[in-house]
Every structure is written in structure tokens, then in C-alpha cells.
T-cell receptor, first 113, second 112 residues
Framework: NAGVTQTPKFQVLKTGQSMTLQCAQD?????MSWYRQDPGMGLRLIHY???????DQGEVPNGYNVSRSTTEDFPLRLLSAAPSQTSVYFC????????????FGSGTRLTVV | GNSVTQMEGPVTLSEEAFLTINCTYT??????LFWYVQYPGEGLQLLLK?????DKGSNKGFEATYRKETTSFHLEKGSVQVSDSAVYFC???????????FGKGTMLLVSP
């Protein structure tokens, strides 16, 4: 049982490039979300999804797009990377009803130069 | 809106010392409260949670009690170990659990 799988683990982008951070889960969790972690800022919510076909914005959505075509996958797209998007990105999932709480992936460390 | 405030770190302790990390929150309704732990180079792991007033969450010797009257959820451990060195995040969730609001995290460093 893989849980939440994020790829890639590390990425360096040039300013203006686009890329997709992948998040896949095999736990059939309804809720999925993307957070970014920056020093001294804690984790901030970028986008989230309460089920396939449904997405919504979080606290810091600008510069990012998401879609949820299946229960398993929730990719995060950077449209035109900027140095301000240098961060560690975490995907997190949650079963309907909450269960024992969120399960986090191991993160993607992104550097934009 | 929701917010979580936790004490700034780093908190530096000797092994077997008593630990308290303060956490207070602002939220509408009756949120669920969580403590997450992040070990170096890893993602976040749920440490404990409480879903209603006066609930006590506990795990691995850590405890926290949901105090609605003081809007607090302080993390405690009676005797810390070097292996407890990590960053600890307090968080809350309402609206059916769909999103989490985090504090900024508190780094704990335990020396032998």
C-alpha cells in the first residue's frame, strides 16, 4: 500500500517554465489538497478537492492550476514558474468523515532560478 | 477566518526534560484540532488529534487537551528523547475536515 506518492522529489526550473507536480493515492480518499511550506510560514493551502470533478482555491492559489479527473490523482500545474514559487510542496489526502486525519506525501522540493 | 498561533522556536531541551509547546486558535464553530510532526527531510505525520471540547489526544507519550474556554491545544510530553527532535505543527479543521489551517511550526531540539 503506497499511500500518497508525490513525484518528482526534487526539481529545478527556470523562470517562465511550466511543469506539473504529480500526486497519486491508492487509499480511495475523497479529499485531496496541495500545500506549500516556506520557512517561518508554516503550510499554506494552495488548492483542494472534495471529490473527482470538484476543485476549489485555498489561501495562495495564484500561479497554480489543478484538476481532479479521477479519485486517485490530483496534479498541480505551475503555469509560468517564478522565483517566489520556490518552496516545498506537499499533497495531502483525507477520507470522507475524517478518519484519523490527513495523510501527507513526502513532498516535492522545487527551486525556480 | 481561521488562524493558529504557536510558540516560536527553536525549543532546546535536554533529554528527559518536560516539554510544552503552546498553541492557541481562532475559528468559527467547533473545529477539530491536530498536532502534526515533521522529521528532517520527511512529510508531516499526524501525532494526535481531538475533536471536541475537553477531549485529550495522546500518542507516543505526547498529550494535548482541547480547551474551548481558552481556545488552546498545548502539546506536552513528560520526558523528551533525542528522537523527538523535529518540527511540530498545530492545526485545525472545520467544514467537514476538508482543509487544514496550520500554525507556523515549532522546532524542537533535544540534546543528550
Amino acid at each position: 500500500n503506497a499511500g500518497v506518492t508525490q513525484t518528482p522529489k526534487f526539481q529545478v526550473l527556470k523562470t517562465g517554465q511550466s511543469m506539473t507536480l504529480q500526486c497519486a493515492q491508492d487509499m480511495n480518499h475523497e479529499y485531496m489538497s496541495w500545500y506549500r511550506q516556506d520557512p517561518g510560514m508554516g503550510l499554506r493551502l494552495i488548492h483542494y478537492s472534495v471529490g473527482a470533478g470538484i476543485t476549489d482555491q485555498g489561501e495562495v492559489p495564484n500561479g497554480y492550476n489543478v484538476s481532479r479527473s479521477t479519485t486517485e490523482d490530483f496534479p498541480l500545474r505551475l503555469l509560468s514558474a517564478a522565483p517566489s514559487q520556490t518552496s516545498v510542496y506537499f499533497c495531502a489526502t483525507l477520507p470522507r468523515g475524517g478518519g484519523y486525519g490527513y495523510t501527507f506525501g513526502s513532498g516535492t522540493r522545487l527551486t525556480v532560478v | 477566518g481561521n488562524s493558529v498561533t504557536q510558540m516560536e522556536g527553536p525549543v532546546t531541551l535536554s533529554e528527559e526534560a518536560f516539554l510544552t509547546i503552546n498553541c492557541t486558535y481562532t475559528a468559527t464553530g467547533y473545529p477539530s484540532l491536530f498536532w502534526y510532526v515533521q522529521y528532517p527531510g520527511e512529510g508531516l505525520q499526524l501525532l494526535l488529534k481531538a475533536t471536541k471540547a475537553d477531549d485529550k489526544g495522546s500518542n507516543k507519550g505526547f498529550e494535548a487537551t482541547y480547551r474551548k474556554e481558552t481556545t488552546s491545544f498545548h502539546l506536552e510530553k513528560g520526558s523528551v528523547q533525542v528522537s523527538d527532535s523535529a518540527v511540530y505543527f498545530c492545526a485545525l479543521s472545520n467544514s467537514g475536515y476538508s482543509t487544514l489551517t496550520f500554525g507556523k511550526g515549532t522546532m524542537l531540539l533535544v540534546s543528550p
